[in-house]
């Protein structure tokens, strides 16, 4: 990450004066203002609709914009290379001070008014277990950044999840959602035909993250516009963010996310069209098919261009450098199969000095293909692009185990909700996030985005959502303040 409030330098360790300054920020930020915030936002259910709309636009921002980091390694190449310090996790501690001070006691003792969280503790069982990772990893430090990141983001995961409590909650949240859209489907509209960028990554540092990031958002606007009940601004913020991200999604070339956004696309209007043809999912095709062709014609030239340089690679290689990087992952995992070589640790245990013989693993690769190995070449190698690969090198069976549970679980939350909450906007929402998250884990298999900043407080809003909607089908409704 770059810019905003964070930090370039070579350093590997040791606390400068600005360290000591950012984290006494941090201190100030997690323990004085979100408190007070969520004071503020006590009993004011606007704001609170605010706050969490600004939650889901920081997700589409420069990370510099809302983030920095203490004790920052930027010569690492790993999934973070810092303590992270987020504004989303601020205002997510906010509205949970908020949600929690509007519950009362109730006659038995309990509260009144507040949804539970379910997976909350789940979640950070994972996170537990991944932590014993720490046991023999090459660079402790490094899983100690890792699970002060994921950690902390169980904040965001809990306020989405307390955040549902009614049908206006869900309606803002899904507004929000357009409106990022639509601005990045505007900037890559910008960058593409202004600036004459190639594979347009807008906001993102590369292309991949923002366009896995748009389908996400996509998906979940168009099964909630295809409800009959959803009208007036919400259902035209809904079609031009789902109009946007499609944009986005053709000018960044990513031939994966495209055919996510796809898969996901006709998924929902197959389950519309079983529930009954109608006038909302007619009008819905009619305007996407047209949309579509029209923010084509500002990225087909370089698609296709981008799917003849793919073809004319992959018929040069048999086995291409993902293959190579997960052939790395496994011999991790056949050393470490309990624990791992580390959270975190991946970027140090596949490179030259410490991982030598991981490191041999890319180097015959190159050998055989002619290239003369220069070993100060192997002193930064990249990491797996399969998550699970990632996480089974760096956190062993048993931190991996930890995540497939929490996985499944995030994705009945939705549909227990949605059969729950059959005929409401609720009830389409959560199918949406069904489709969506079924599809983003299948894409972990060759893409390891969940682990960026951006994309994981976008994930943990998504899956909080899923949670919460499952409480909110589950709860008596009790009118709160």
């Known amino acids: 990450m770059g810019g905003g409030w964070m930090i370039s330098g070579h350093r590997r360790f040791g606390t400068t004066m600005k360290d000591v300054l950012k984290l006494l920020i941090a201190f100030l930020l997690y323990g004085g203002f979100a408190p007070l915030l969520g004071v503020c936002l006590t009993g004011r259910r606007t704001a609170q609709r ?32 810092g303590f992270e310090i987020s504004l989303i996790e601020v205002l997510a501690l906010a509205l949970i ?8 006691p ?8 507040r949804p539970s969280v379910p997976g909350l503790k789940l979640y950070f069982f994972w996170c537990s277990l991944a932590m014993f990772s720490v046991l023999g990893s090459a660079e402790p430090s490094y899983a100690w950044m890792a699970a002060f990141r994921f950690f902390k983001a169980g904040l965001i995961f809990a306020a989405a999840a307390l955040y549902i409590r009614d049908d206006n909650d869900i309606s803002w949240a899904v507004g929000a959602i357009g409106v990022a859209l639509l601005h990045h ?35 979940s606007l168009l099964g909630f516009l295809l409800h009959s009940r959803v009208k007036g601004l919400v259902f035209w913020l809904c079609l031009s963010g789902y109009l946007g991200a499609t944009l986005a999604i053709l000018v960044s070339v990513s031939r994966a996310s495209l055919a ?25 095709l ?35 450098l993902r293959d190579i990087l997960n052939r790395q992952s496994a011999a991790m995992l056949r050393d470490e199969p309990f624990n791992g070589v ?26 055989d293909r002619g290239f003369t190995v220069y070993e100060e070449n192997y002193l930064a190698n990249p990491l797996t692009e399969s998550l699970y690969w990632l996480w089974l090198a760096e956190t062993g069976w048993l931190g991996f185990s930890g995540f497939i549970l929490f996985l499944g679980a995030s994705l009945m939350w939705p549909l227990c909700a949605a059969l729950r909450l059959r005929g409401s ?57």
């Open 106 to 113: 109730s006659l038995n003792g309990g509260l009144v008014g």
């Open 50 to 81: 605010i706050v969490f709309g600004l939650m889901i636009l920081m997700t589409g921002w420069r990370p510099g914009h809302f983030t920095f980091m203490i004790g920052s390694v930027e010569t690492y190449r790993g999934h973070t290379k």
């Open 342 to 367: 580390g959270w975190n640790n991946f970027g140090i245990m596949n490179s030259r000095p410490r991982g030598v013989k991981y490191s041999e693993v890319l180097e015959n690769w190159d050998e």
């Open 260 to 284: 996510a956004l796809a898969v996901g696309s006709i998924s929902l209007f197959a389950l519309a069209l079983f529930r009954g043809f109608n006038r909302r999912i007619a009008g819905a």
């Open 425 to 481: 906007i609720g009830g389409a929402l959560a199918v949406a996030l069904l489709v969506a998250l079924s599809i983003c884990y299948a894409h972990g298999l060759v893409e390891r985005i969940l682990t960026q900043t951006k994309n994981l407080s976008q994930w943990m809003i998504l899956v909080g959502m899923g949670s919460g909607l499952l409480s909110y089908a589950s709860a008596p409704k009790v009118r709160l303040n």
């Open 97 to 104: 001070v908020a949600v929690l001070r509007a519950s009362r």
């Open 185 to 219: 489907g505007l900037l890559a509209l910008k960058l593409r035909v202004f600036d004459g960028d190639y594979q347009v990554k807008g906001w993102f540092e590369h292309q991949n993250p923002m366009a896995m990031w748009c389908y996400l958002g996509a998906i």
């Open 286 to 320: 009619v305007a996407g098919v047209l949309g579509i062709g029209v923010v084509s014609l500002f990225a087909l030239d370089s698609f296709k261009a981008r799917m003849a340089q793919v073809s004319q690679s992959e018929e040069e290689v048999d086995e291409d």
